[in-house]
């Protein structure tokens, strides 16, 4: 996987991807990051890489002369070329009118071999990098950010958790809050053995307890140290229905429920 992340402010990437999963990920040869830095793209003698907008208005737009130049020095053309030959990359603009980016959109993204991320700034981005470069824009939350620098970040670290073999146990991933995976693909293997874990599904994660069982004075759940898999499942599954009707209600439209999920919240719901 490889992710081309354009900006005018490059130094801001030397610490938040040097950390973690994505280092780790970087160092073993999963991912490979480059920064691009848009102002080598501007020809003048300010390497201005922006101006004001025609009709007027507030603030500056990055102009589409860098951006379109150095999509090109990285050999990606416009976006209907792409289309007609195929081309696996995918270009991102990040903007606040972008749609909103979710773990499916992650897992999209993680299919394709190369992500292109546009940092738009200053008060937008020329629309014609919009119209003929990028395949779509992405919002990492209904507000406005100085830049698309978070974002991108936010992205890259996302979509490296899904790449195969960066996380230490693949099957953290299926657990984890907004996952969509079948309920079957958690089951164990025929004759191996039981497991009391639950794939998200697209819920809230379920909670987590650690040691000691006992810390002043607040118990671990007696289910979690009973040694019963069956009853520990079921248990965070309730707690992730419960979390989840709670906090973001909203999922539930989408999730995969079991019988026995709908048969769970409705006892939830009943009680309050």
Excluded at 78 to 97: C, D, F, H, I, N
Excluded at 158 to 163: C, E, G, H, P, Q
Excluded at 182 to 191: I, S
Aim: hydrophobic share 35%; proline share 6%; charged share 30%.
């Amino acid at each position: 996987m490889k992710f081309e992340i354009l900006t005018i402010f490059p130094d801001f990437f030397r610490g938040p991807l040097d950390y973690g999963i994505v280092r780790r990920a970087r160092e073993s040869g999963l991912v490979e990051v480059g920064i691009r830095d848009l102002r080598e793209f501007a020809h003048d003698r300010h390497r201005t890489v922006d101006d004001r907008p025609f009709g007027g208005g507030e603030g500056m737009v990055l102009k589409p002369e860098p951006i379109f130049e150095c999509l090109e020095s990285l050999g990606i053309a416009p976006r209907e070329e792409r289309m007609r030959a195929g081309a696996r990359e995918t270009v991102v603009l990040l903007s606040p009118q972008g749609a909103l980016f979710t773990q499916a959109v992650a897992q999209e993204l993680m299919d394709r071999g190369r992500i292109v991320l546009i940092c738009g700034r200053y008060e937008g981005v020329d629309e014609r990098v919009s119209e003929h470069l990028a395949d779509r824009e992405i919002s990492v939350g209904d507000f406005v950010l100085s830049g698309g620098e978070l974002g991108a970040t936010i992205i890259v670290d996302t979509v490296t958790r899904l790449v195969p073999g960066a996380l230490g146990n693949a099957a953290s991933a299926q657990q984890e809050s907004f996952t969509t995976v079948d309920q079957e693909d958690r089951q164990p293997a025929p004759g191996g053995p039981p497991s009391s874990t639950c794939g998200s599904g697209g819920l809230l994660d379920y909670p987590h307890y650690t040691r000691p069982a006992e810390f002043r004075g607040m118990q671990v759940p007696e289910v979690l140290v009973n040694g019963n898999h069956d009853e520990i499942r079921r248990w965070r599954r309730r707690c992730a229905l419960q979390k989840t009707l709670r906090n973001r209600p909203d999922l539930l439209h989408d999730a995969e429920l079991s019988r026995e999920d709908r048969k769970m919240l409705d006892e939830l719901e009943e009680h309050g």
